[in-house]
């Protein structure tokens, strides 16, 4: 008898890793979503996302900082949802219970670290500046580039409002002196619709900034620039005259002197009369409603009380006598202080 043959079978082995290698991806992104609602304790860590940064890169830096377990997993869920180019740059800080569709969620939505700056009232635009790069950490260069690009033809003195602000990280120095801009410019058009008035309280405000840090006086020491205006008598305000002198050198000793108020500069009011031709200083809110509404009052002198505030005067008699006062307190604080 003859022996049958059994057939032969032929496996075609490239069909079924082609089959397989096409049925991959679908078993990752399947086992992708199978953890996408699923939470692990996340120790308290921040994490920066840079401008420009693509997926590949956000998804390990955020494994590395062990914010998600696996960034395969954080690419192909982005891909499969199409949120790749929703990711918004900043400073994101995870904590917590936290799934890998939490963690997405948040950087789509931009939730990112908010931090505060305080700008106190009086300081000059290139003060400010100073102060901004500092507490923000951002080069001085870039806010000096910002603002030459937010004011490129115009003067830089008196035109942002010192107030506390908000802001992420990385820095946007252009970003924070426009809400800075535009805090001052509500204010004003809550005063007046007049740019050329607009501009005259920012000067106004400006000196009475420099000259109190008293709440109750700035209305008194509007009412005293007023009233020298409207009689033609020069303003004689020492604020002015050192601020001339730092614009003209770039610095001040810290002493003013006879000399100095002798010192002609555009901004010195003890030799020219009317206001000076810029702020002296960035004006604070009240400073600026102040200069607007000057207190009902016939004052054109005023000097330091020996107690923080200041003595008003209307004529000159009275003046001196307030000047002698302010004399002797200061010659009975030498005394005690030997």
Known sequence: MNKEEKPTVNR????DWIKIAALLPLLLIFTALQQ???EQELKAVDVTIESGAASAHIARDLEEAGVIDSAWKFRALVRLTGKAGALKV??????GKMSLWDVIRKIERGEVMRFQVTVPEGLRTHDILSLLAEKTQTPLSQWRLAIEALLPDEEWEGRLLPETYTYAKPVNPQAV???MMEAQRRVL???TTNALEAERLRIMASIIEKETGVDSERPLVSAAIHNRIKIGMPLQMDPTVIYGIWRRDGSFSGNIRRKDLAADTPWNSYTRRGLPPTPISNPGEASLRAAANPADVSYLYFVADGTGGH??????EEHRA???RWIEIER???????
């Open 322 to 324: 307030n000047v002698q």
């Open 12 to 15: 075609d082995w490239k069909g």
């Open 189 to 191: 058009a809550s005063i």
């Open 90 to 95: 900043g400073q994101y800080h995870f904590e």
């Open 332 to 338: 009975n604080r030498d005394r005690k202080s030997r």
């Open 177 to 179: 002196l426009s809400q």
């Open 311 to 316: 003595a008003f005067a209307t004529t000159h």
């Open 36 to 38: 996408i609602h699923s």
